[in-house]
């Protein structure tokens, strides 16, 4: 059964530097999404990728951070320089619209 | 704006006994409508969803039914099992639009051997 893949599964940096969380959604799926969870809080939305540019993001998603889907498989979330607050577990996930959306496993992001 | 509310966990359990998780959500338009279940140190996984009023989900023993009238998804199983022990999400989708999903906090649930 397809599935969707992130990694890596866990990235350890120091805040202010850069990082780059890659996923590879499911082949035939046309919209792909970010979502976090920091530990303990609710799934929240990042932002939401289709045709090639962003069609919506949430308050969350400043001018730290960017999207990209550099090739056809890859789908890439960069943080330009991270804050402590950006901890959390980052979710990719893909669908075939308008259906359910396949989430990957997570990369945990531990920002020191 | 659209939002989903579930009840507060954690909902501890002995094996065998019946669950229900209560979801009700708040929505423009006719949403669709899922659980995910996350285990420990896993991802999301879709559990069940309805899309239309009167839908019922169902996977693994877990139902929800779409109730419209009440607004409410409220997830049930007549008999849990220890494997069941994760967080529950609510979460819906608008049918038009970017299609983002709006999540609940979620509801631990652990059950006992």
């Known amino acids: 059964e397809p599935e969707v893949t992130q990694t890596p599964s866990h990235q350890v940096t120091q805040m202010g530097q850069e990082v780059i969380l890659r996923c590879v959604p499911i082949s035939n799926h046309l919209y792909f999404y970010w979502y976090r969870q920091i530990l303990g809080q609710k799934v929240e939305f990042l932002v939401s990728?289709?045709?090639?540019?962003?069609?919506?993001k949430s308050e969350i998603f400043d001018d730290q951070f960017s999207v990209e889907r550099p090739d056809g498989s890859n789908f890439t979330l960069k943080i330009r320089s991270t804050k402590l607050e950006d901890s959390a577990m980052y979710f990719c996930?893909?669908?075939?619209?308008?259906?359910?959306?396949?989430f990957g496993p997570g990369t945990r992001l531990t920002v020191l | 704006g659209n939002s989903v509310t579930q009840m507060e966990g954690p909902v501890t359990l002995s094996e065998e006994a019946f669950l229900t998780i209560n979801c009700t959500y708040t929505?423009?338009?006719?949403?669709?409508l899922f659980w995910y279940v996350q285990y420990p140190g896993e991802g999301l996984q879709l559990l069940l969803k309805?899309?239309?009023?009167?839908d019922k989900g169902s996977n693994k023993g877990f139902e929800a039914t779409y109730r419209k009238e009440t607004t409410s998804f409220h997830l049930e199983k007549g008999s849990v099992q220890v494997s069941d022990s994760a967080v529950y999400f609510c979460?819906?989708?608008?049918?038009?639009?970017?299609?983002?999903?709006?999540f609940g906090t979620g509801t631990r649930l652990k059950v006992l051997a």
């Open positions: 309805a899309t239309k009023a009167d």
């Open positions: 929505a423009t338009g006719y949403p669709s």
């Open positions: 979460a819906l989708t608008a049918t038009s639009g970017t299609y983002k999903y709006i």
């Open positions: 990728f289709y045709n090639n540019e962003i069609s919506e």
């Open positions: 996930a893909s669908s075939a619209p308008p259906d359910t959306q396949y």
